[in-house]
């Protein structure tokens, strides 16, 4: 990993270093030769980061759009394209301000959402978290279907913090998927039930996804107004959700939950 990250600090120094060549770059017929060598580092790089954190699958869309990029001047008919010089392939990958590698997404990602990432990292280290999953224990913990019901709840609030299906799985699943096995949930359906209420997270004001981000940026609007715009789909996923656990629990004959006090304060010290 050593290797990898010197060549992410030398592939993200070059432009600092040299953005005097890289401006007069785009007054030139050609680029400097030395750009190929550091976009290979940088590029490298998120090949390995995307390998590591979205797996091969991602890996494999985006090389190949890459390679569509490079040689789809090669495939006849609707699907080819004109042939790109490796100028502008180098420009698009790397330093266009745009599409590259340093550009509109990335900053984006480092002017708004880090900002809300470690807003979020603040109050889950307060452990607001954990009283968001006692207070849904305390809600929904004595209906029927009720840790389905918690997993619902708890994961829409966990979700105004984190933003992240996976994050919410993680921190509201360990509980709740449990407790829905025991009291008559077939595995797959707990599973089912906590990842979908999980997945909502990334609708739930105010930490959303990346992609509310986006819009807000692109559209140039307020990211309030976006908030504002989620929270019509945001209440109907989260409904849908809630009116199923009950109906399925309802349907399979699984009885109430009523949490001891013991298991109620487990919730809230965890």
Not at 112 to 126: D, N, T
Request: charged share 10%.
């Amino acid at each position: 990993m050593t290797i990898f990250t010197l060549m992410a600090l030398t592939g993200c120094v070059y432009p600092i270093i040299f953005e005097n060549k890289l401006t007069a770059m785009f007054f030139q017929a050609r680029e400097p030769e030395q750009l190929y060598i550091f976009i290979i580092f940088i590029i490298g790089f998120a090949a390995v980061l995307t390998r590591i954190r979205g797996g091969l699958i991602i890996l494999g869309i985006t090389a190949s759009m890459i390679l569509y990029l490079v040689w789809g001047h090669y495939i006849p008919g609707l699907f080819g394209h004109v042939a790109f010089p490796n100028d502008f392939i180098a420009t698009i990958l790397y330093t266009d301000l745009d599409l590259g590698t340093f550009g509109f997404y990335n900053e984006v990602n480092c002017r708004l959402v880090s900002i809300f990432m470690v807003f979020a990292a603040l109050l889950m280290a307060s452990g607001l978290g954990d009283l968001f999953t006692a207070i849904a224990t305390w809600l929904a913990g004595n209906t029927t279907g009720g840790p389905a019901k918690v997993a619902v709840f708890s994961s829409g609030m966990f979700g105004m913090l984190s933003g992240s299906p996976v994050a919410n799985v993680a921190a509201t699943g360990a509980f709740t998927i449990p407790l829905m096995k025991r009291i008559g949930y077939k595995p797959s359906m707990a599973a089912s039930v906590e990842a979908l209420a999980s997945t909502g997270g990334n609708l739930m004001p105010p930490i959303m996804g990346i992609a509310a981000f986006l819009m807000a940026e692109i559209l140039g609007i307020p990211y309030l107004r976006i908030c504002l715009a989620a929270l019509v789909p945001v209440f109907l996923w989260y409904f849908i959700c809630f009116s199923s656990v009950h109906y399925y629990a309802l349907r399979e004959g699984i009885k109430k939950w009523r949490p001891s006090r013991e298991e109620f304060m487990t919730v809230i010290k965890a």
